[in-house]
């Protein structure tokens, strides 16, 4: 079991930018670099929806509504995912979730207003 905390959330303004990060713990290194991981999120009434995901190996696949706007990725020998999010809108409000290889952080809330 991988064991995640999630960090950088907050009250950012639209047009802005924020830079997630999501500490893994409890796994090894080689595990790390071949786990399935990213971020998902879910906004207020909403179901949880995925935002950026990398396949082991395989690509990334964002939502189409943050496609050009954000960017995951991942540094395995510090075993950290991060989620750049740039030009944030309203709509991006959400609590955003960590998962590596099928565990989850309990997230970090976004706030996207002027």
């Known amino acids: 079991q991988v064991h995640l905390v999630e960090s950088g959330g907050g009250l950012v303004q639209p047009g802005g930018s924020l830079n997630l990060s999501c500490a893994a713990s409890?796994?090894?290194?080689?595990?790390?670099?071949?786990?399935?991981m990213g971020w998902y999120r879910q906004a207020p009434g909403k179901e949880r929806e995925s935002v950026a995901f990398?396949?082991?190996?395989?690509?990334?696949a964002y939502a189409n509504s943050v496609k050009g706007r954000f960017t995951v990725s991942r540094d395995s020998r510090k075993k950290m995912v991060y989620l750049q999010m740039n030009n944030v809108k309203p709509e991006d409000t959400a609590v955003y979730y960590c998962?590596?290889?099928?565990?989850w952080g309990k997230g970090t809330l976004v706030t996207v207003s002027a």
């Open positions: 990398m396949k082991g190996g395989s690509g990334t």
């Open positions: 998962v590596v290889a099928g565990s």
């Open positions: 409890g796994s090894t290194l080689n595990f790390f670099i071949t786990a399935d």
